[in-house]
């Protein structure tokens, strides 16, 4: 049987799953976190309202996004 369960990484969460026997906990958050950052430019880059803030205050949105995100 294959489960896949998505979720922050949250050590509740892994440690619970790491009791079940014969099982395989991956962590993608590298995967996730680059799907973000490619989703989070392009939608910047396209919006016309945006391009009007300095670049500083748009670092600081793109940043904000992904931190506030958290792998999700």
């Given at each position: 049987m294959h489960v896949l369960i998505?979720?922050?990484?949250?050590?509740d969460t892994t440690?619970?799953?790491l009791k079940i026997p014969q099982q395989q906990v991956?962590?993608?958050?590298d995967?996730?976190?680059a799907d973000m950052e490619l989703y989070i430019d392009s939608r910047m880059?396209?919006?016309?309202?945006?391009?009007?803030w300095s670049k500083e205050i748009q670092t600081n949105i793109r940043e904000s996004l992904l931190v506030g995100a958290g792998g999700m």
């Open positions: 998505t979720s922050r990484d949250n050590p440690d619970n799953l991956i962590h993608l958050d995967f996730t976190n880059k396209e919006s016309r309202q945006l391009v009007l």
